[in-house]
């Protein structure tokens, strides 16, 4: 019995408190009880996994006037405050006991008694006059190796309709595992909202991360990004347990390559991880293929095998440049009347939603957005005309509603056999289109951790400069990064048929600064992958790795870009092997490394000093730039 029944049985329906009681969990109710006397909200609502209490939280997001409905009944628009229209990376922040400061000191941390007297100061009475909510999840499918349970707590009914679309129901398996003691923690508060229904006092707004504790704190946040509990947040922890525990959490998607042809019917996984803007989601959704996953994934080894899942259900995504001709899958579902949120975009008169790069859409001169009332020329406080809606706007949707949805590997209990990794980048003149490594470890700190993300025009600062990050995974990382490393270095090494890693790079651009392949080309770098991990194409050697053929690359246009050629010069041009600029690009690395982490393994840093001397003589004999086929070893 907890100390706490009489408080919350106070607060609560006799339904919602039978809900509570039947999961016969003290640390359950400890959590609930502690934070209802804490933040002190007027009453508290208790979901279970039926349909009935996913409606109670529709209708009170709509009631609420945190939702609106639009012209499809099913959807609805939620529109953040000004300033709280993206992920606040200077507040988030780990709560790090005294003894691991000093290894953490790169990333963003506090010490703990410090950083938990300030987000109880800022949580006391925060839910006053609210209604709160509790849900169960789990991540990962339920009743399986890979289910991670969460309970969730918040006075935000948006947050809790997110998390219901984004996240599988865990009430059963809590129900199931009467008395569980490991489970994710999250308590969220918008805090005091203004007639808009918007956080006021976002100078407060934190996101603390107990990662010793598994508890995650967000306190006067309502974007997504920073108040939604089991997506990045919980990507943390899970990362961290994931270290401990010896699997891995990893930023990315899992999707299945269609076989064509004689292969009609096969199914190769793979993964892959891409920083923001390189590709990820569409190379997810290359049309033809199918999707288990688009965002965070788990790993085990289960007897031998790589397995993965996907960690989510559905999909928070940005929703600019998304349009009919470049992602239409996306595009047909936010068209339908079935269940969506929209956020931050421009809604018409007629409660149409509207978004940048929309494509070939007339767009209205007036409505509603991010600002509020809204007509064509408004300009916010600094003088800067304000667009049609925010470039960070998203929507979130359930991944069954697309027709490429790969249902029966996301319902595996037992995940997925992946057999390729795709690590991908943005830069204009280094990295080929696409190249495989020739060994796991050779993938992770030549691929995986060498990641750069290039600068673009429509990036605040300089254009063209090399942004780190290792993994795709830097802002999400939650111990140090040399370990985390090593750790995906020794997850693939101790399995016998782990997956081939291959590096793409969907940017580079030819000698007068043109792309020099449509975005649809993912396609054939993808299936040319595929087929090396089925032993079905030869390969030219690279100081790095293997890359394609031309055969083979003019071969697979041929079949899925048709109407695309691509010429033998042109090929030549693309996989060319640069060596002073992949020299440059592993002493960046290098440094980075350095900076983020006072300890980082010698083993790791002694493999890319002997990368860079061997690349130097590979210099010194072959010329800067090798064509394909000229590099025969050192």
Sequence with gaps: ??????????????????????????????????????????????????????????????????????????????????????????????????ENLEAMKAMNSLPYDEAKKEIMDIAKNAMNGKEAYVKFFTEGPGDSIFTVPCV?????????????????PGYAHFLKQQGCKDFFRFIHSAGKLDKKGNSVNTDKR???????????????????????????????????????????????????????????????????????????????????????????TYFRDLDGEFRGVNFEQGIFGIIKDVNAKDDPVIYENLMKNQEVIFSNVLVS???????????????????????????????????KEIGIAHANARYTMRLSYLNNFDKEGFENKEGVSVQGILYGGRDSSISVPCEESPSWRDGILLKAATLESETTAQTLGQEGVLKPSPMANMDFVSYPLGAYT????????????????????????????????????????????????????DALETPTGKIPLYKDVKALFDE????????????TYMFTFRTQKFIDKLARTKKFYADKDPNVPAEIEQYWTNKIKELEAVKAKYGDEIKPGEYKGL
């Design 1 to 98: 019995m907890s100390k706490y029944n009489d408080l919350l049985k106070g607060k609560m329906s006799e339904e919602s408190w039978k809900r509570l009681e039947a999961l016969n969990n003290e640390k359950v109710l400890d959590f609930i009880g502690e934070y209802t006397e804490h933040c002190n909200p007027a009453s508290i609502y208790v979901c279970d996994d039926s349909a009935e209490s996913e409606e109670y939280v529709k209708a009170a997001a709509i009631k609420n006037g945190e939702e609106h409905h639009l012209a499809n009944s099913e959807q609805t628009i939620h529109w953040d405050g000004y300033n709280d229209q993206a992920r606040d990376k200077v507040n988030t922040r780990y709560m790090v006991y005294p």
């Design 152 to 168: 969730q707590m918040t006075d935000s009914s948006y947050v809790l309709h997110s998390e219901t679309i984004l996240y599988r």
């Design 206 to 296: 934190r996101i603390y991360m107990d990662t010793q504790n598994n508890i995650v704190y967000s306190m006067n946040a309502q974007y997504a990004g920073n108040s939604v509990g089991m997506k990045k947040h919980s990507m943390r922890l899970s990362i961290n347990k994931a270290g401990k525990e010896g699997w891995l959490c990893e930023h990315m998607f899992l999707m299945a390559c269609m076989g064509t042809g004689k292969n009609k019917g096969r199914k190769t996984y793979f993964a892959g991880a891409y920083p923001s803007g390189c590709g990820k989601t569409s190379t997810a959704m290359i049309p033809g293929e199918e999707i288990v996953g688009d965002d965070i």
């Design 349 to 383: 008169d007629d409660k149409k939603p509207y978004w940048l790069g929309m494509g070939d859409v007339k767009v209205p001169d007036h409505g509603r957005n991010h600002h509020g009332e809204w007509k064509a020329g408004d300009k916010d406080e600094n003088g």
């Design 486 to 537: 090593m750790n995906n270095i020794k997850f693939g090494e101790k399995i016998k048929d782990c997956p081939k890693i291959f590096s793409t790079n969907y940017f580079l651009k030819g000698p007068k600064g043109e792309f020099l392949t449509s975005k649809l080309a993912k396609k054939i770098w993808l299936h040319w992958a595929e087929g090396r991990i089925h032993g079905e194409y």
């Design 560 to 571: 899925f870009l048709p109407a695309e050629t691509i010429s033998e010069e042109t090929y």
